[in-house]
């Protein structure tokens, strides 16, 4: 087990060893996989553990080898078909969907072509790259991490919906206690300010450009809403009473029977939690998690509040050291508040629902080609998240990031910070 | 037939009288309907048209008469179940999908029931009314106005659905003829503006409260973009090349086969358009009517423009003249550009896809009370239209009035301006 | 109004005053709808009242005018696109499910269709025609009462499914009261028993060849099974238990939530039954109706027995007088058994559920043509019915007669006799 | 590898040997799969291949081991929930369409649960049985034999949807060569047969009870329908047109877009068929395999023909030797025909679709218990398929043998034996 103070600050190392500390990070979160877990895709946004490793690795097969490695073969003339995701100008791929119906290649295999990969790539970047390809790898190495938080998400889904309800480790550790943080607002004077990614480092094409947002005052909560605060809403009727709800919300209510957010389950007269350690009693200090949009939304006009903009939140966050609980504590879980005297909770633990529409930013360029398909074309129907969460790498994040999701989305690690 | 120089400016009239205008005005609406037509709900989104007249003529009980008019009693006690649309806190109602199975009421029954409630309303209106309650009534007549044009785009679609294709009216009168308009872009530069509704008339909640927003330097096209203008990205492979769209919006064209706007239809080699006047040649000089936001956003993609936002837009049409190709003039379709040398089409002919999500202002309140369903909580996963169309009346309309709907919609008269 | 003492026996009326008969039954059947009503599909399997007075007149266009009779000219050139219901030969359709889509062709143009039929049909059986003609004719008149049995079947359908619960007609008579008749089994011993249609009248395809069959000693109930026998089942749990149901029936009870037949509303302590004169309390004595084949099996099974075969059915009705409650009696609901003495209610009433398929009989032959496609194609997949029912024309009914739906079927006025 | 010679007889063996022959030949079948092949399920009708194995264990320890050994404790307490497979008398258990979701338990623990099992069953096997006790494991047996079917049946269609299209084993052996078996018909005269089972051996309850059926005379066709023929009916048009089809299978060839058997593809101009063994060129001698009920029908039509009937089907059959292609041989896959002077391919090879619905017999009386849900509760919109298959195990197998399935399966060995 690779111990997290190793990890960081992994942006400091040279590439071709960046690129192998990125790369065995993947292996190593699917090494407490049973070989059948890799398989399974428990829903359609889910994909099987084994695809991912594939994915990832055929990003770097087709960016990189292909177009700049003299004399690369491909590992599979399959592959390509395979394990495209989304990228309609790379021709025709295998429907998402059906991604858990595929038991060939085996997860051996999929290993197998993760070396033959990785040996290709320790040859390209034995030399000094240009700077464009210096820029691929580096996003690909990106690509690779969103996919790490998804593979845990994912796995996360996969266990959940198993009757067994099996843990994936069961040596995970312990979370901090709480340490007593009454409800508090922070207030944030308005104005003009740059919004989007300004430094040299590397951002995704959505973060940019940067530009002037006028914001007017406004006050964002120290820390996350809680279990115990949003069970005071269950049991208050929120999930019976439409005044709360926006109409689509409303729907998926009634549709989809919601009475908690996703992995809460009530035993008797006890809720309980799904987590990555399995069934555990809930802990109301600890922050809500896995709850859509529409329940954050909810929850904050029940609360008599609103969500903040994306705007508003990293105004207020782009001053703050990004610390937090990452992926890199192994607790792949959301800590409880540590104190109420600054902003708590604002990296790290779960992604921060904001009230903005996933929308470019003025004067937004996709990158030019395939890498291009990469974020712009989903632009359309999403809600903006903010901050990462405790199964995001940390050295993924940066105050600008934008994370995206359609608002009915509760399999990822999304909670709630009130603003007003 | 009422002549529209008859119709405006109905906002001076007294409240009674405008309240017997505006009503009649959705009676003449419906005076070339065969029975039938009234009763067909040709998709979810469609209305029967004897449904639009009960609707509301319900709005009037339930949140006038019932409450402030002594002794007022309802037309029919199942009629707040039948004809209220989406207020949840007025209890269960009949279910949207099913509006088209209902013979009954009938159309007559239906006509009864509104000149009940237009003498109730008439001696409501007898003395003067509170504020709030004058503010209501004009709540109420403005939302008539939203079910008259819905009433002629649904009506439109009834029609256009039938194989015999069917004209609502045969006699309306011929569209201007074109004014030779090329291409031509109108500069605007960036600063603090104010949006939102600031004057002391009628506005709905959403376009509330004014507020301060920065915009960067833009540009906006003269006029609309036209039907040839649109030809020429069907013919250049536009509706198979996945590039240009979003890929929500890919996957519309590709599941929903669309292969040009609806209600364009090619027969041998020539295309042909569905009008509330009949099966006519498409005439390329006309703009280009309903699109999805998809199908607008591809155009400007494949353009190498961009739609407007919506603070761009009204920031631009703030200080316009409000006039334009509305429905009091009864063409009922969007006319040609009359020139390019000042902004055209800004209002009436078609509504303009911005870019803008449909998302509460800053410090936005719903009304309170059931009205308050009215606009709020519909703010998610729909963007925003502007201007107005051939079938809004004109008094219906202002520069901070914001329409919105799905992405994917497109029996709306819908169309496009590109900016950049 | 029609006496029923004017209508049969139709069969020994010339040709041509037979035609003016079951046309005129037609129009008389739709006389007291509103014009409203004649519009709305209420489900996929229902057919708007005008759909089926222009279908019935476009199968004596398209197969006796059109072929036969000179210098015919179509009353309309898209009729036959948008009237032909399932006969693939005659080349493309208007989908059935979007038949409640179209108001147009208004009521009126379609009975002026009808007029401008029966004028050419009056010119074509002016003179004598040759046997194959005149079968044809008789066909169409068949096809015609099976259409008057879906008016009535459908319009209750389209009344009941409104909140308003209208009638179809207020003035119905009274159903004739019971006379006590218990459970009484009548034996009928075995042997080899010629079944299908042996006379030279009219008959169905799918009712020849006639052809010998075994049959064990078998016993039938005297009289159907009540509505008060019914409800027994209902209260022991019937529909709650998995143990009477076929496992296709366990599916459409638990995911359509069916509770009770068709129809039947519990309102407080009370069942209520919708019928085609209005909302009325259950009657006990009268026949079940309204159940589909799973719940018919399912009663039976619970009552430790079975439901007939056809056979069974056909060999112990062959020799009865062909009496019963028909629609020409206007009550338009099955009455209560009679007596027990002998078999009972064996024609009229309700159509009996058989526990056989509808399936060829050995030597079966689809009639030549187009109208081959009339019963062979739909050989799979739906249960026999024997009998008639209270809304099928006496004239229309024989005991070889085979009626079919799917097993989930409820609409239809379908019930339940047992046999052991 | 068990060689084939050493199976049969199996039903001489006593009832322990014979349990453990079964049993292993069931993880026999397994031995090619890879770990992640065990866990796939390709369609709703498919089960994962661990859940086979779980399954078939599962009956022997609910029906004998838990009632009738005492001390015995079950393996797993959720195993009841998560392998009973319809048996709702049993309790709620785990929605069949989501098999394919769950990677524990895994592999190795399913076959440990097997070797838990068939260490109980060793136990009480050892003393002698009660005769009704013998009845339910001889049951056990056959129960499994099924699943073996299933197995490699679902092996099948697992690999098939896989576009790397794996085999499952590359070293089955080759077929026996064709013999030239020109089409010939066998004639059968009429009269009344006994139809049924009637020794002493094992027969499902639905084989029950023997009864007379009185036939008229009636051909057979020597061998049956071959791939040749097929394709034959294929290049006429047969997928487009209507008039061959029934109505409902006229509705599933354009929904489904069917244009060959299933496992049928078309590579340039060539036809390719999926096998166990592989991608294989189209063997035109071979029978046709993988038709539905609606295409085998649609090819008897074509041809001017139809299909037997199941009580002619057994009349024929009846007095035949049991011999064929079965199972054991491990083709899995039908032979050519190896001559046509007597009836050739009746056991064995595919199983043949009749034209008789899946109804009960004349006093047939599911058996008592759980185990009663077996058969009986199936016998609505199926129809029967008689002979066996490739796939089938011998000793599984007689002529009264009636299996059933929906008319649009097509992933079952089921092929075309025409009759008139």
């Known amino acids: 087990m690779i111990h997290p103070s190793l990890m960081p600050p992994i942006t400091a190392l040279p590439l071709v060893e960046r690129y192998q500390r990125i790369r065995q990070w993947s292996d190593f979160l699917c090494q407490p996989l049973a070989t059948e877990d890799y398989v399974i895709q428990s829903m359609p946004d889910v994909s099987p553990p084994k695809w991912h490793l594939a994915h990832t690795t055929w990003f770097f097969e087709t960016f990189l080898l292909l177009p700049h490695l003299p004399s690369y073969e491909v590992f599979h003339p399959q ?5 495209n995701s989304y990228y309609d100008s790379l021709g025709q791929r295998h429907p998402r969907p059906q991604r858990g119906l595929l038991s060939r290649p085996t997860v051996e295999e999929i290993y197998r072509y993760r070396d033959y990969v990785d040996a290709a790539m320790q040859s390209l970047l034995a030399e000094p790259l240009p700077d464009s390809l210096e820029a691929l790898v580096v996003l690909g190495l990106h690509h ?5 938080e998804l593979l845990l998400t994912d796995i996360k889904h996969i266990l959940a919906l198993n009757p067994l309800r099996p843990a994936y480790r069961s040596d995970l550790p312990d979370l901090p206690p709480p340490v007593p943080s009454p409800d508090r607002w922070l207030d944030y004077p308005g104005g003009l300010f740059t919004i989007g990614h300004t430094g040299s480092g590397f951002a995704f094409d959505n973060e940019l450009p940067p530009h002037p947002v006028y914001l007017p005052d406004y006050w964002l909560a120290a820390r996350l809403v809680t279990n115990g605060e949003y069970l005071e809403f269950i049991e208050a009727g929120g999930y019976q009473q439409p005044e709360h709800w926006l109409a689509e919300g409303w729907v998926m209510v009634q549709s989809q029977q919601w009475q908690a957010p996703l992995y809460w389950e009530q035993i008797g007269s ?6 990555l350690a399995g069934l555990r009693p809930l802990n109301e200090a600890e922050p809500v998690c ?3 949009y529409y329940e954050a939304d909810a929850y904050a006009r029940w609360a008599g509040k609103r969500l903040p903009t994306e705007a508003e939140w990293e105004a207020a966050a782009a001053s703050l050291p990004l610390t937090g609980n990452f992926a890199e504590h192994q607790y792949y879980h959301p800590a409880p508040a540590q104190g109420n005297t600054r902003p708590d909770q604002v990296f790290g633990d779960v992604w921060e629902w904001t009230q903005s529409a996933y929308l470019p930013y003025p004067g937004f360029q996709p990158a030019a080609g395939a890498v291009g398909e990469y974020n712009g074309k989903f632009m359309c129907n999403q809600m903006v998240l903010r901050g990462g969460s405790c ?4 050295s993924h994040i940066r105050p600008s990031y934008r994370n995206f999701f359609p608002a009915a989305t509760r399999w990822q690690f ?7």
């Open 391 to 394: 199964v995001t790498p940390q």
């Open 79 to 83: 592959f390509g078909y395979l394990f």
């Open 144 to 148: 690779e991490q969103q996919h790490q």
């Open 290 to 292: 896995h709850v859509s």
């Open 414 to 420: 999304s909670g709630i910070r009130l603003a007003h």
């Open 270 to 275: 006890s809720w309980w939690v799904m987590t």
